[in-house]
């Protein structure tokens, strides 16, 4: 079945160091992929998607490329803030309109 | 952007209580509505999937008479939990759908039950 598995946290970094949080799926056919970001007291919010391979999705400095050839979907930000401290979840929708299959989710804690 | 409201954010009953949740979309009409459940550090796993005017389709393994779920407007999905144990505590989570193609979903803050 569909599945996504993404790191464990907890992730601990001070400002301006280079995060990456990795993604991998398993899917039949092409999903869509996506990564939401959950600040604390607050609901899921997307951060990022991409709907083919070899798309790049970027948003607030963040990116993630789809790779089929390794079935990853990788979280980048070149320089985080303190601001950026939430959890993250990696999630595919096997077909448009479909739920969303989401990892266990990473949290990231940037201090200054 | 899209709002979900989700309420209450926080409930504590007795055990055997029924507990009502209710998720709305602000600014947009959702025929498909999704209700999800959270164990600590684990991932959100999918309940339901709520369409309006007709009856849920639940995953494998809910219990859907547990698990009441009203889909009766375009903007308002509810989840009841019914005669609710302290195994039913966790925190309960809606989406909605805003349009087929884009395939996004907005989600609200989520309600954290707790069941004494």
């Known amino acids: 079945g569909n599945s996504v598995t993404q790191m464990e946290g907890p992730v601990t970094l001070s400002e301006e160091a280079f995060l990456t949080i990795n993604c991998t799926y398993t899917?039949?056919?092409?999903?869509?992929l996506f990564w939401y970001v959950q600040y604390p007291g607050e609901g899921l919010q997307l951060l990022l998607k991409a709907t083919k391979a070899d798309d790049k999705g970027s948003n607030k400095g963040f990116e993630a490329t789809y790779r089929k050839e390794t079935t990853s979907f990788h979280l980048e930000k070149g320089s985080v803030q303190v601001s950026d401290s939430a959890v993250y979840f990696c999630a595919l929708s096997a077909q448009a309109g479909t739920a969303l299959i989401f990892g266990k989710g990473t949290t990231l804690s940037v201090s200054s | 952007g899209a709002v979900v409201s989700q309420h209450p954010s926080r409930v504590i009953c007795k055990s055997g209580t029924s507990v009502k949740i209710e998720c709305r979309s602000l600014d947009f009409q959702a025929t498909t509505m999704f209700w999800y459940r959270q164990f600590p550090k684990q991932s959100l796993m999918l309940m339901a999937t709520s369409n309006e005017g007709s009856k849920a389709t639940y995953e494998q393994g809910v219990e859907k008479d547990k698990f009441l779920i009203n889909h009766a407007s375009l903007t308002l999905s509810t989840l009841t939990v019914t005669s609710a144990h302290p195994e039913d505590s966790s925190f309960y989570i809606c989406s909605a759908r805003r349009g087929v193609a884009k395939n996004i979903q907005y989600f609200g803050a989520g309600t954290r039950l707790s069941v004494l």
């Open positions: 899917a039949t056919g092409y999903p869509s």
